[in-house]
């Protein structure tokens, strides 16, 4: 009996090598689609195929995109290209793939249930949206304070937070092009600044900007490029590091229009 076979045997199950494949696959959609690095993509990959005994492999990742390729001459051959378009960050998802690959590893799901619980993963529900207004406040206020604002600062960055947060998941829900929804937000951000600092709740107007916009700062987009190129996936890494400084320049640029608008007014 090969090595596959033991492994398969092991398991209690008869299942074909596409099947691991497709496990395998489903897989490096989730990480990949929930912000994860290229290189924990792929060793996820390899890890599941050869758990089950499918030793013959081959994963390409992009940043939005796997191409996968299993089989040989004594295996089932299989093929897939899928394309995965870069969207917001689950860390909570790529720590529950993180973990079920390693019992994977350890034997200890049939495919069936793995494929189960992959479900289940991708199934997780988002943050309530009150929570994720709440923590966008608190973010924008701490922030504030941080950069060298004062009480009534931090508590105009706090408002401002509020609002921004609750403009994009509302209003801004719509699928909409990335560089005018964060005109759009940096916009929003230095208009509600300057008018709350106007009535006098702010003393510090950078203060109440700087704090505001850090909801909208893709940072963690910008530590996954750069872990990706340190990983000498240059083309991946350099997408994403591209995607973060266009949505910085984009709030910058709303930022800055407003304010030069509003000047004039006030």
Do not use: W
Not at 166 to 177: G, M, T
Not at 233 to 254: E, H, K, N, Q
């Amino acid at each position: 009996m090969d090595d596959r076979a033991r492994k398969v045997a092991r398991r209690g199950e008869n299942v074909s090598d596409q099947a691991v494949s497709e496990l395998a696959l489903k897989a490096g959609h989730i990480l990949l689609e929930s912000g994860a690095e290229l290189f924990r993509v792929e060793d996820t990959i390899r890890r599941i195929h050869a758990a089950y005994g499918v030793e013959s492999d081959n994963a390409f990742v992009l940043s939005n995109g796997i191409f996968l390729t299993s089989g040989s001459s004594r295996e089932d051959l299989f093929a897939r290209v899928e394309h995965i378009p870069i969207a917001s960050s689950h860390l909570d998802r790529v720590a529950a793939v993180n973990q079920l690959s390693r019992e994977i590893s350890e034997g200890r799901h049939t495919v069936a249930e793995a494929d189960a619980l992959l479900d289940g993963i991708s199934r997780s529900p988002e943050k309530k949206n009150f929570l994720r207004i709440l923590a966008s406040g608190a973010g924008s206020g701490a922030f504030c304070f941080l950069f060298g604002g004062t009480a009534p600062d931090a508590l105009a960055a706090f408002l401002t937070g509020l609002l921004l947060y609750a403009v994009i998941l509302y209003p801004l829900r719509r699928p909409v092009s990335k560089i005018v929804s964060n005109l759009l937000c940096g916009g929003i951000v230095a208009g509600c600044a300057v008018l709350l600092t106007s009535l006098g709740l702010g003393e510090n107007l950078d203060a109440v900007v700087g704090g505001s916009i850090v909801p909208l700062v893709p940072g963690l987009a910008f530590t996954t490029g750069i872990r990706d190129i340190g990983n000498q996936d240059y083309i991946s890494g350099s997408v994403r590091m591209l995607d973060a400084l266009l949505t910085i320049f984009s709030v910058a640029l709303g930022v800055g229009l407003t304010m030069a608008g509003l000047q004039r007014f006030l």
